[in-house]
Nanobody, 120 residues
Framework: QVQLVESGGGLVQPGGSLRLSCAAT????????MAWYRQAPGKERESVAT???????SYADSVKGRFTISRDYANKMVYLQMNSLKPEDTGVYYC??????????????WGQGTLVTISS
């Protein structure tokens, strides 16, 4: 069984920073793209940042220049460094990955989510 476990959420004042971490565990042969999504109250889940297996990154326009996604291939982890946080960044942040299991199956996996609240 493959799992993604996020950590690092919390309450931060506007202008502050947070670093989210996500660890992939289980019977993993390889991991393709890893990404962060978020869901604000009353809104649909949206893509925030993606780190592809080809070492390319992409960001939502709303977070460009403030957020940085990074990846540790050896330890099967992905991070999201969030700076200059705004109240509109509030939401539940989810880790997402496309994983190839040791049985050769390609599966999409989601973490349980970590709450980020930006408020003074």
């Amino acid at each position: 069984q493959v799992q993604l476990v996020e950590s690092g959420g919390g309450l931060v004042q506007p202008g502050g920073s947070l670093r989210l971490s996500c660890a992939a565990t289980g019977s993993i042969l390889s991991i393709d793209d890893m990404a962060w999504y978020r869901q604000a109250p009353g809104k649909e889940r949206e893509s925030v940042a993606t780190f592809s297996r080809r070492f390319t990154t992409s960001y939502a326009d709303s977070v460009k220049g403030r957020f940085t996604i990074s990846r540790d291939y050896a330890n099967k982890m992905v991070y999201l460094q969030m700076n200059s946080l705004k109240p509109e960044d509030t939401g539940v942040y989810y880790c997402n990955a496309r994983v190839v299991t040791d049985r050769g199956a390609s599966v999409e996996v989601w973490g349980q989510g970590t709450l980020v609240t930006i408020s003074s």
